[in-house]
């Protein structure tokens, strides 16, 4: 399960307890906002596209959306998202609890600048009502990101 290779990778840095399962679903922004009792635009989504034959994740904040124009400047191609049954077979998480952490290899990660505003965000960890609190810099220390982009607007 999804969940249990999060929760064992962040076994490896001793804070697998600070990972929070609910009894209802964080599937979703406003989902897992709800969960977790905190603004949705806290709530990190990771995204997952098709960047020339390979899967890419980008995290973003819960109120940011994917800017066609700012992707394509950025990655040289069209923003194109992995359906639905792709993204298990490619990420190593299923839809709804897809996150930066225990992903497949050769899965590049990228964090998206709207999340720089907040002090902690609120990631999944690998199941649908799941997540973890971290700060800006623990999650580049965790998610381990290829970089930094800057390819969503609306927040």
Sequence with gaps: MSIERVREYFRTYGMEERIQEFDVSSATVELAAAALHCEPQRITKTLSFMLDGRAI?????????????????RFGKKAKMLSYEEVEELIGHGVGGVCPFAVKEGVEI??????????TVFPACGS???????????????????GWVDVC???
């Design 110 to 119: 990228y964090l998206d600048v709207s999340l720089q505003r907040f002090s």
């Design 128 to 146: 649908s009502n799941s997540a973890i609190e971290l700060t800006i810099p623990e999650l580049e220390e965790y998610a381990k990101p290829t």
């Design 57 to 73: 994740l980008i995290a973003a904040a819960g109120d940011a959306k994917i800017d066609n124009h700012k992707y394509k400047e």
């Design 153 to 155: 607007k609306g927040y």
